[in-house]
């Protein structure tokens, strides 16, 4: 778990020898001697399993390992700041003419003399400490391993080996809510295809997989349909020739074969292979973590005809899609008990030997709240209340401690099973989340921008570091590590399970990864971390903490917000090595103060929904800022100094006050983010953007993979140029379109963008018509999501084309046409908005249509009259809202087959429509909720919100 603590530093010198080796002579070969101390010393703790207890945890040896390696690595933090406040500005300074350069080097030589000779003096230092730290590792007996292939290291493979002995099963006589996901995996088994077929089983760690899987193999039809039968547990720790053997001795137990005297791996494949070609066979596959052992296992298991079966079982969703490799394998999500099916699971186990203790009702319910329907969690913390006393103080008492009381069972050991097979890289993203207060909901660009300025995230080659930290992210949510809500189809809100979050403050504190500071521990806080969380008082953090070598502060505002502008003078003051701060949706901060400017490390500074109207000049100061976030803040203009911020990469304007973009914007070399709209709201969900004017000159940020939302020129196309000039853009919105200027020219750039993943076109106007049907053979077919707003003739033909495509918003398109018929082909569509876009008089979804659509809203369809939802339509369902649609009067009864849904919103509809619809729920015992809703003019109106049999 080194790699944790080290693998951020190494990568900054990697970096630093690189791109200075010329610059540091002396310098350069002292920092290559520490990287290798570094390196052998991470591969030594790394391999070597005597560094943990028997417990899983750190032996005290490696706690005084990582507690000296943290020290090192401060160290060696402070002396590349250093470098970069004193060295590296003069680094690479050019000049005209011989004299001047010659001069200018005379220049830089005199001032960076000391500071080069401070920096090898210190690098000298740590490495005789490295020397001294590598030798106490060896004087424990810690030597490195050869050949290790597996990416699990020994230490963390022997402690999956002592966690995998105790991962329960839930007892059979206990289980609930799992008889429709049998029936279902049943049916997969015993029916369908005669050719063999994988079946994956996904979700996260507790969620009953395996007891699903286990249930079905164990049941009599099930083992009387197959030949031979073989149940495999592979885990993190697997042994592919040992994993063959297994299934040799299951599949053959009752038959001689010369398979018996097969001695190699390959051996073994082509013996199981040829006796299982003529068998229908069963095999299961529980508990996989890598999509390298299928691509070995499979050899051994035949693609026949005989009805053969193989489950799988994973957290991670990629090994699930690396396993369907035919139209007849399928992926099973396994999800997560109701409230009503929690509380019963809970019942039979608390309360196993009978009776019914009304008064517990309340501290029960609020119990299994934070268990979020994972049966495992579930079962022991009611089988812990099981031997306690009936009574209130018992239950409120575990309520309150219910972390530590999962800490001391198995529940912590499975979720850590997920946090130790991560990489290091990753390691330190999820353990960043600590950051963040419980519960919470955090935008996945905030944490991009975060793991890119805290030194996580790990260049790649052909990406920009952006596309990286977005590949880790989708890792963790693959892993369900972390879960993931989606608005518009495609932007991410990213949540952590309550233990799971508990485990991460815990792991992140132990590692020093950060700290929180609350009203909870500022009595007795001690600074371990140089990242530091406020979830308390401003005022009390500043007079606590005075230590100026801390780099990085977020602000977690609360009732108690008190973040102003003297604070953070006082903040800038203690703090100058700061790299990143998080002040975001502080309501009392109205001014960031010039002293922002000392800053000169600030690599991130996040302000958004912050009350700040006006930038200082001084922000111009920040030469390393790479991201500056200012998203739903007040401010209402930029200061011109914003375009001597060379290195700023990311610029969130999202929601603000600005309504031009300064022209020296265009001198931001290195940006690949910009987005900009002002007077953005959120109507009942749906976004709706102003644009904002830009200048000429916008074509030469060459690196721009984001850009909106920017205002057409009116009267001509010159903007419009210049954006296609930006061949790397993957986002962009335009708006103030008009048919006759900007058309043709629209259409003949946008076709070509092959990168795009997110377009919004707005005409100027509601009755302005948006031309786009001149597009014919669009290159960009990854397109995610897309938005129309203006008149259409018809629906563009190369919408059907767009096989990826999850969120549309159409409005304003007036359609003739019914338009499902031309959407309803859109394999992937899971967001759809039909805003005043058709004026038809029937809207008919069509059984096994839209099957991924998850969230619809018809506004405003004038014409509409009739709602046809067939039985088998619409099938994953879950927020449906109609509004405005004054003329509908009939509604089939096919919505009430819809399963999933869970909110319906009605606004602006007649009270006779509405009285309908809750007589279609009311006998429904799954019904959704009702939310009636009288002010349509923002997200927040006032509702009723009653289930539907109310």
């Not at 916008?698 to 196309?717: D, F, Q, S, W, Y």
């Not at 897309?786 to 409005?811: D, F, V």
Request: with cysteine; glycine share 6%; aromatic share 8%.
């Amino acid at each position: 778990m080194a790699d944790i603590v080290l693998s951020p530093v190494i990568g900054r010198l990697v970096e630093l020898l690189f791109a200075e080796a010329k610059l540091l002579s002396g310098v350069h070969q002292r920092a290559t001697i520490l990287q290798g101390e570094l390196d052998i010393i991470q591969s030594l703790l790394k391999d070597n399993a005597n560094a943990w207890s028997d417990k899983g945890e750190m032996s005290n040896t490696l706690k005084v390992l990582v507690t000296q390696l943290s020290a090192v690595a401060e160290r060696i933090e402070d002396v590349l700041d250093e470098y970069a406040r004193h060295v590296k500005p003069y680094h690479g300074h050019r000049s005209n003419g011989l004299l001047r350069f010659c001069l200018c080097n005379v220049r830089f030589s005199a001032i960076s003399l000391k500071p080069r000779y401070d920096i090898a003096s210190e690098i000298e230092n740590i490495n005789e400490s490295l020397t001294a730290i590598k030798s106490y590792c060896q004087s424990f007996g810690l030597r490195p391993l050869e050949g290790s292939s597996s990416q699990t290291t020994n230490v963390e493979r022997r402690y999956v080996t002592l966690l995998r002995d105790h991962d329960p099963f839930i007892e059979e006589d206990e289980l609930v809510g799992i008889d429709s996901p049998m029936e279902e995996l049943k049916i997969k088994l015993l029916g369908g295809q005669s050719v063999r077929s994988v079946i994956s089983l996904v979700g996260e760690g507790g969620i009953g997989k395996s007891t699903l899987a286990r249930k079905v193999y164990k049941d009599v039809t099930v083992k009387q349909h197959f030949d031979c039968h073989a149940w495999i547990t592979v885990s993190q720790s697997y042994n592919e020739k040992t994993l063959l053997e297994n299934i040799r001795k299951q599949i053959l137990s009752k038959e001689k074969s010369s398979t018996e005297d097969c001695d190699t791996q390959d051996g073994l494949i082509v013996a199981l292979r040829q006796f299982l070609q003529t068998k229908r066979y069963i095999v299961v596959l529980d508990d996989v973590w890598q999509k390298d052992f299928w691509n070995v296992i499979k050899g051994a298991l035949p693609i026949n005809q005989r009805g053969s079966r193989i489950i799988i079982t994973t957290r991670n969703s990629n090994v699930a899609a690396c396993c369907k490799e035919t139209p007849f394998d399928i992926v099973q999500e396994v999800q997560a008990l109701s409230p009503d099916l929690s509380l019963e699971l809970f019942y039979k186990k608390a309360f196993r030997y009978g009776g019914y203790h009304p008064e517990l009702e309340k501290w029960s319910r609020m119990i299994v709240n934070k268990c979020h329907g994972l049966p495992l969690i579930i079962s022991v913390v009611a089988g812990l209340l099981s031997t306690k006393e009936k009574n209130e103080y018992e239950w409120r008492s575990v309520l309150n401690n219910l972390s530590s009381v999962l800490e001391e069972e198995c529940v912590s050991k499975i979720l850590l099973l997920s946090f130790l097979d991560l990489p290091s890289s990753l390691k330190n993203c999820l353990l960043y989340l600590a950051m963040f207060p419980e519960d919470s909901e955090i935008c996945d660009y905030d944490l991009y921008g975060l793991w890119i300025a805290e030194g996580f995230v790990e260049a790649r080659r052909n990406m920009t570091l952006l596309q990286v930290a977005e590949t880790y992210l989708e890792e963790l949510i693959h892993r369900n590590i972390v879960q993931c809500e989606y608005f518009y189809g495609v932007e991410k809100f990213i949540r952590v399970h309550d233990v799971m979050h508990e485990m991460i403050v815990a792991k992140a504190d132990e590692f020093r990864v950060c700290q929180i500071f609350s009203a909870k521990n500022e009595s007795t806080f001690e600074r371990k971390s140089r990242r530091l969380s406020i979830h308390g008082s401003v005022t009390k953090f500043l007079e606590t903490i005075k230590d100026s070598a801390v780099r990085s502060v977020s602000y977690v505002s609360g009732a108690d917000d008190e973040l102003n502008e003297s604070s953070l003078v006082t903040l800038f003051g203690k703090f100058k090595m700061l790299k990143v701060l998080y002040l975001a949706s502080s309501t009392t901060l109205y001014r960031l103060p010039k002293e922002v400017g000392t800053l000169f490390h600030l690599r991130l500074l996040n302000l958004g929904g912050t009350m700040v109207e006006v930038l200082p000049t001084s922000i111009g100061e920040l030469h390393n800022l790479q991201s500056l976030d200012l998203s739903f803040s007040s401010v209402k203009m930029l200061p011109e100094s914003i375009g001597k911020l060379h290195n700023l990469q990311s610029l969130d304007l999202e929601g603000t006050f600005i309504r031009e973009l300064p022209i020296a914007i265009n001198k931001l070399r290195k940006l690949q983010f910009l987005f900009a709209s002002h007077s953005t709201n959120l109507v009942l969900g749906i976004k709706t953007w102003r644009g904002v004017k830009i200048h000429e000159g916008i074509g030469n940020l060459e690196n721009l993979h984001t850009l909106g939302v920017v205002e057409a020129h009116p009267r001509k196309v010159g903007i419009l140029e210049e954006i296609q000039k930006l061949r790397k853009l993957s986002t962009l919105y335009i708006t103030n379109l008009t048919a006759n200027i900007h058309g043709r020219a629209l259409c003949s750039f946008i076709e070509k963008m092959e990168k795009l993943k997110k377009l919004g076109l707005e005409a100027s106007s509601e009755n302005e018509f948006l031309v786009v049907h001149y597009i014919s053979s669009p290159h960009f077919l990854d397109l995610q999501a897309l938005t129309l707003s203006g008149r259409l003739e018809r629906l563009p033909n190369w919408i059907m084309k767009l096989q990826n495509l999850r969120g549309l918003e159409l409005s304003f398109s007036r359609l003739r046409n019914d338009p499902l018929v031309s959407l309803r082909d859109l394999p992937n569509l899971v967001f759809l908005v039909l805003d005043q876009a058709y004026d038809g008089e029937e809207l008919h979804f069509e059984e096994g249509r839209f099957s991924k659509l998850k969230e619809l809203h018809l506004i405003k369809l004038e014409g509409f009259r009739v709602l046809k939802i067939d039985k088998g339509s619409l099938l994953r369902l879950e927020d449906f809202k109609i509004g405005e649609c004054k003329q509908l009067k009939e509604v089939t009864t096919g919505i009430q087959s819809l399963g999933k849904l869970k909110d319906l919103t009605i606004y602006g509809m007649p009270v006779e429509f509405t009285a309908m619809i809750r007589g279609y729920f009311q006998d429904l015992k799954n019904a959704p909720y009702v939310n009636v809703c009288h002010d349509t003019d923002s997200d927040v109106s006032e509702s009723e919100d009653l289930p539907a049999d109310q």
